[in-house]
Nanobody
Framework: QLQVVESGGGLAQPGGSLRLSCAAAGYSLDSYAIGWFPQAPGKEREWVSCISSSYNRTEYAYSVKDRFIISRDNAKSTIYLQMNNLKPEDTAVYYC????????????????WGPGTQVTVAS
């Protein structure tokens, strides 16, 4: 069973940066689409970005476009979410999720979820 684990969360100041990682031990993520889903306190989990397995196509929600960059390193079986110009409203538990799929990644049903990593943006 594929298991993904997030890391890299922490405390950042407004305008600062963090890089999250999503890794899978013992599995290659080459054929998996990966999505990132933050869940803020009292709110539903939302989709903010994903990267497809085919051609590494990337997609972003409007709220993070031009601030977040998703990428993958297949040699390390790791997907990264570089978060720049962080805002207090980015504070959330960030989950990565994987789905074996080819094609687009934004409307997938993701079956494999990590436990999440906390991101707090505050001065």
């Amino acid at each position: 069973q594929l298991q993904v684990v997030e890391s890299g969360g922490g405390l950042a100041q407004p305008g600062g940066s963090l890089r999250l990682s999503c890794a899978a031990a013992g599995y290659s993520l080459d054929s998996y689409a990966i999505g990132w889903f933050p869940q803020a306190p009292g709110k539903e989990r939302e989709w903010v970005s994903c990267i497809s397995s085919s051609y590494n196509r990337t997609e972003y929600a409007y709220s993070v476009k031009d601030r977040f960059i998703i990428s993958r390193d297949n040699a390390k079986s790791t997907i990264y979410l570089q978060m720049n110009n962080l805002k207090p409203e980015d504070t959330a538990v960030y989950y990565c999720a994987a789905q074996h799929a080819f094609g687009g990644c934004s409307n997938l049903r993701y079956d494999y979820w990590g436990p999440g990593t906390q991101v707090t943006v505050a001065s």
